[in-house]
Protein backbone atom coordinates (compact mmCIF):
# COMPACT_ATOMS: atom_id res chain seq x y z
CA UNK A 1 0.00 0.00 0.00
CA UNK A 2 1.38 3.36 -0.76
CA UNK A 3 1.47 6.22 1.81
CA UNK A 4 2.46 9.60 2.01
CA UNK A 5 4.12 9.53 5.68
CA UNK A 6 7.15 10.54 4.52
CA UNK A 7 6.22 14.07 3.07
CA UNK A 8 3.60 14.35 6.31
CA UNK A 9 6.79 13.73 8.30
CA UNK A 10 8.55 16.30 6.16
CA UNK A 11 6.35 18.89 6.10
CA UNK A 12 6.50 19.08 10.42
CA UNK A 13 10.66 18.53 10.11
CA UNK A 14 9.85 15.16 12.07
CA UNK A 15 12.85 12.64 11.68
CA UNK A 16 11.65 8.82 11.42
CA UNK A 17 12.28 8.31 14.98
CA UNK A 18 10.29 11.60 16.12
CA UNK A 19 7.36 9.92 14.55
CA UNK A 20 8.01 6.63 16.37
CA UNK A 21 7.99 8.85 19.16
CA UNK A 22 4.32 10.29 18.96
CA UNK A 23 3.29 6.59 18.03
CA UNK A 24 4.94 4.90 20.64
CA UNK A 25 7.05 2.14 18.31
CA UNK A 26 10.12 1.42 17.15
CA UNK A 27 11.73 3.61 14.58
CA UNK A 28 12.21 0.58 11.87
CA UNK A 29 8.17 -0.20 12.61
CA UNK A 30 7.95 3.75 10.92
CA UNK A 31 10.44 2.72 8.56
CA UNK A 32 9.18 -0.39 7.55
CA UNK A 33 5.45 1.34 6.58
CA UNK A 34 7.08 4.68 5.10
CA UNK A 35 8.74 2.40 2.22
CA UNK A 36 5.66 -0.08 1.99
CA UNK A 37 7.39 -2.80 3.11
CA UNK A 38 4.99 -3.85 6.01
CA UNK A 39 1.13 -2.36 5.83
CA UNK A 40 -0.46 -1.56 9.42
CA UNK A 41 -3.11 -2.56 10.90
CA UNK A 42 -6.00 -0.88 11.47
CA UNK A 43 -5.73 0.60 15.04
CA UNK A 44 -1.94 1.28 14.29
CA UNK A 45 -3.11 2.88 11.01
CA UNK A 46 -5.80 4.81 12.76
CA UNK A 47 -2.95 6.12 15.60
CA UNK A 48 -1.05 7.63 12.76
CA UNK A 49 -4.11 9.32 11.37
CA UNK A 50 -4.48 10.47 14.91
CA UNK A 51 -1.33 12.17 15.08
CA UNK A 52 -1.29 13.73 11.61
CA UNK A 53 -4.60 14.90 12.32
CA UNK A 54 -6.12 13.58 9.12
CA UNK A 55 -8.23 10.98 7.27
CA UNK A 56 -6.35 6.78 6.96
CA UNK A 57 -7.65 7.78 3.66
CA UNK A 58 -5.29 10.99 2.73
CA UNK A 59 -2.25 9.00 4.82
CA UNK A 60 -3.02 5.39 2.98
CA UNK A 61 -3.54 5.67 -0.95
CA UNK A 62 -4.86 2.36 -3.00
CA UNK A 63 -2.25 0.54 -5.63
CA UNK A 64 -2.69 1.16 -9.14
CA UNK B 1 17.34 7.22 17.97
CA UNK B 2 14.06 6.47 18.78
CA UNK B 3 13.22 6.57 22.73
CA UNK B 4 11.11 3.07 22.17
CA UNK B 5 12.61 0.69 24.57
CA UNK B 6 10.57 -2.81 24.07
CA UNK B 7 9.63 -4.03 27.96
CA UNK B 8 8.91 -7.12 25.75
CA UNK B 9 12.62 -7.79 24.91
CA UNK B 10 13.61 -6.31 28.34
CA UNK B 11 11.69 -9.06 30.00
CA UNK B 12 12.39 -11.90 27.64
CA UNK B 13 16.60 -11.15 27.78
CA UNK B 14 15.72 -11.52 31.66
CA UNK B 15 14.29 -14.67 31.31
CA UNK B 16 16.85 -15.87 28.70
CA UNK B 17 19.94 -15.00 31.43
CA UNK B 18 17.90 -16.89 34.27
CA UNK B 19 16.89 -20.07 32.25
CA UNK B 20 20.52 -20.45 30.57
CA UNK B 21 22.50 -19.57 34.20
CA UNK B 22 19.27 -22.64 35.46
CA UNK B 23 20.60 -24.62 32.24
CA UNK B 24 24.35 -24.86 32.94
CA UNK B 25 24.29 -25.43 36.91
CA UNK B 26 21.67 -28.61 35.88
CA UNK B 27 23.80 -29.89 33.09
CA UNK B 28 26.81 -29.99 35.46
CA UNK B 29 25.07 -31.06 38.39
CA UNK B 30 23.49 -34.13 36.64
CA UNK B 31 26.44 -34.87 34.81
CA UNK B 32 28.50 -35.18 38.10
CA UNK B 33 25.75 -36.59 39.98
CA UNK B 34 25.55 -39.62 37.29
CA UNK B 35 29.37 -39.92 37.35
CA UNK B 36 29.74 -39.82 41.23
CA UNK B 37 27.11 -41.79 42.32
CA UNK B 38 24.77 -44.72 41.53
CA UNK B 39 21.27 -43.01 40.97
CA UNK B 40 18.97 -45.43 39.22
CA UNK B 41 15.06 -45.49 39.18
CA UNK B 42 12.82 -42.75 39.54
CA UNK B 43 15.24 -40.12 40.77
CA UNK B 44 17.70 -40.99 37.79
CA UNK B 45 14.51 -40.28 35.24
CA UNK B 46 13.62 -36.51 37.32
CA UNK B 47 17.63 -36.14 36.96
CA UNK B 48 18.11 -36.66 33.31
CA UNK B 49 15.04 -34.21 32.68
CA UNK B 50 16.03 -31.41 35.02
CA UNK B 51 18.28 -30.50 32.21
CA UNK B 52 15.70 -30.48 29.66
CA UNK B 53 13.05 -28.03 31.51
CA UNK B 54 15.13 -24.87 31.48
CA UNK B 55 15.17 -25.18 27.66
CA UNK B 56 11.29 -25.63 27.51
CA UNK B 57 11.68 -23.07 29.66
CA UNK B 58 13.50 -21.23 26.72
CA UNK B 59 10.13 -21.77 23.87
CA UNK B 60 7.78 -20.34 26.79
CA UNK B 61 9.77 -17.48 27.23
CA UNK B 62 9.76 -16.98 23.00
CA UNK B 63 6.28 -17.42 22.98
CA UNK B 64 5.45 -14.74 25.79
CA UNK B 65 7.82 -12.59 23.73
CA UNK B 66 5.37 -13.30 20.96
CA UNK B 67 2.41 -12.37 22.80
CA UNK B 68 3.91 -9.14 25.17
CA UNK B 69 5.66 -7.39 22.35
CA UNK B 70 3.72 -4.73 21.72
CA UNK B 71 5.02 -3.29 18.64
CA UNK B 72 3.22 -5.13 15.83
CA UNK B 73 5.99 -4.86 13.30
CA UNK B 74 8.64 -6.27 15.67
CA UNK B 75 6.02 -9.07 16.63
CA UNK B 76 6.11 -10.05 12.91
CA UNK B 77 9.03 -10.05 12.56
CA UNK B 78 9.93 -12.60 15.88
CA UNK B 79 6.73 -14.67 14.32
CA UNK B 80 8.59 -15.15 11.15
CA UNK B 81 11.73 -15.69 12.62
CA UNK B 82 10.10 -18.76 15.14
CA UNK B 83 8.73 -20.04 11.63
CA UNK B 84 12.01 -20.35 9.43
CA UNK B 85 13.41 -21.69 12.73
CA UNK B 86 10.59 -24.27 13.09
CA UNK B 87 10.81 -25.28 9.60
CA UNK B 88 15.29 -25.52 9.57
CA UNK B 89 14.45 -27.78 12.43
CA UNK B 90 11.61 -29.64 11.37
CA UNK B 91 14.11 -30.35 7.88
CA UNK B 92 17.04 -30.87 9.59
CA UNK B 93 15.61 -33.42 11.91
CA UNK B 94 13.84 -35.06 9.23
CA UNK B 95 16.55 -35.76 6.83
CA UNK B 96 18.56 -36.75 9.24
CA UNK B 97 15.79 -39.51 10.41
CA UNK B 98 15.58 -40.86 6.79
CA UNK B 99 19.74 -41.02 6.90
CA UNK B 100 19.45 -43.23 9.96
CA UNK B 101 16.87 -44.99 8.92
CA UNK B 102 18.89 -46.43 5.91
CA UNK B 103 22.14 -46.84 8.16
CA UNK B 104 24.07 -43.91 6.55
CA UNK B 105 24.81 -42.10 9.37
CA UNK B 106 25.12 -43.48 12.99
CA UNK B 107 22.18 -43.40 15.73
CA UNK B 108 21.78 -41.06 17.91
CA UNK B 109 22.49 -36.98 17.67
CA UNK B 110 26.01 -36.62 20.06
CA UNK B 111 23.83 -33.76 21.74
CA UNK B 112 22.52 -32.23 19.10
CA UNK B 113 18.75 -32.77 19.31
CA UNK B 114 15.76 -30.89 17.84
CA UNK B 115 16.29 -27.74 20.28
CA UNK B 116 19.94 -27.07 19.37
CA UNK B 117 18.63 -26.86 15.47
CA UNK B 118 15.40 -24.58 16.32
CA UNK B 119 17.84 -22.00 18.30
CA UNK B 120 20.24 -22.39 15.21
CA UNK B 121 17.19 -21.88 13.16
CA UNK B 122 16.10 -18.51 15.00
CA UNK B 123 20.02 -17.25 14.47
CA UNK B 124 19.55 -18.24 10.40
CA UNK B 125 15.69 -16.72 10.72
CA UNK B 126 16.98 -13.48 11.68
CA UNK B 127 19.65 -13.31 8.58
CA UNK B 128 16.83 -14.30 6.68
CA UNK B 129 14.79 -10.99 8.33
CA UNK B 130 17.24 -8.83 7.55
CA UNK B 131 17.76 -9.96 4.01
CA UNK B 132 14.18 -9.69 3.13
CA UNK B 133 12.84 -6.87 5.58
CA UNK B 134 16.01 -5.25 6.01
CA UNK B 135 15.86 -5.81 10.17
CA UNK B 136 16.09 -8.46 12.72
CA UNK B 137 13.45 -6.94 15.31
CA UNK B 138 14.88 -5.86 18.44
CA UNK B 139 13.90 -2.39 20.46
CA UNK B 140 16.44 0.47 17.86
Known sequence: ?64 | MSTYKSPAIRRYTIRLAVLMSLYVMLIFAAGWTFRHSDIAGLPAFALAIAPALPIIGVFWAVMRLLVEESDEYIRMLHVRQCLFATGFCLTVMTIWEFLQNYDLVPAGNGGFGAAFFWFVGLGLGAVYNRATMGAIGGSA
Do not use: C
Not at chain 1, 21 to 40: F, W
Open chain 1, 1 to 64: MKNRLKVLRAERDWSQSDLADHLQVSRQSVNAIETGKYDPSLPLAFRIADVFGLPIEEIFLREG
